[in-house]
């Protein structure tokens, strides 16, 4: 991610070209424990971090903007920067997907329909979970 955009863009292309089969589409940021590590001496912990949470808050604020209705976003830095991204100011809680994790409904400006979000922190949910979380949405 600090050298351009090229795998932000490839995310996006993954992410788009599966959008009409209305299956859910996993994205993640992770990379061996000995990239992460020099990544973040190269850059700072911080800034590494920050880059990450940019790119995948940026992904989602596109995905909602092409028509993407649900989003489950995990870890909890993350998740406040998807929230920020997308201007959320309001959620409404919904249905437990596990204990301390519900869905929640998010209204949206110049959109009918409110947006369904999960937020994952820490250890909540079990190894299921995201299975889950859709079935509970379902």
Same mark, same amino acid.
């Given at each position: 991610l600090a050298d351009g955009d090229k795998q932000w863009e490839q995310a996006l292309a993954f992410a788009l070209e599966r959008l009409s089969s209305n299956v859910p589409v996993l994205i993640y940021a992770s990379a061996d424990p000995e990239k992460v590590k020099a990544a973040q001496a190269g850059l700072g912990v911080e800034r590494a971090g920050h880059l990450v949470e940019e790119a995948l808050s940026q992904l989602a604020v596109t995905l909602v903007n092409e028509g993407v209705g649900r989003l489950l !976003?995990?870890?909890?830095?993350?998740?406040? %920067?998807?929230?920020? &991204?997308?201007?959320?100011?309001? /959620?409404?809680? =919904?249905?437990?997907?596990?204990?301390? !994790?519900?869905?929640?409904?998010?209204?949206? %400006?110049?959109?009918? &329909?409110?947006?369904?979000?999960? /937020?994952?922190? =820490?250890?909540?949910?079990?190894?299921?979970?995201?299975?889950?979380?859709?079935?509970?949405?379902?």
């Open positions: !976003v995990a870890g909890g830095e993350t998740s406040g %920067a998807v929230v920020s &991204a997308l201007g959320i100011t309001t /959620l409404r809680i =919904g249905e437990q997907i596990d204990p301390g !994790v519900p869905w929640t409904q998010a209204p949206l %400006a110049g959109r009918e &329909a409110p947006l369904s979000l999960a /937020l994952k922190s =820490g250890n909540f949910g079990g190894v299921d979970f995201f299975t889950r979380a859709f079935e509970v949405l379902a």
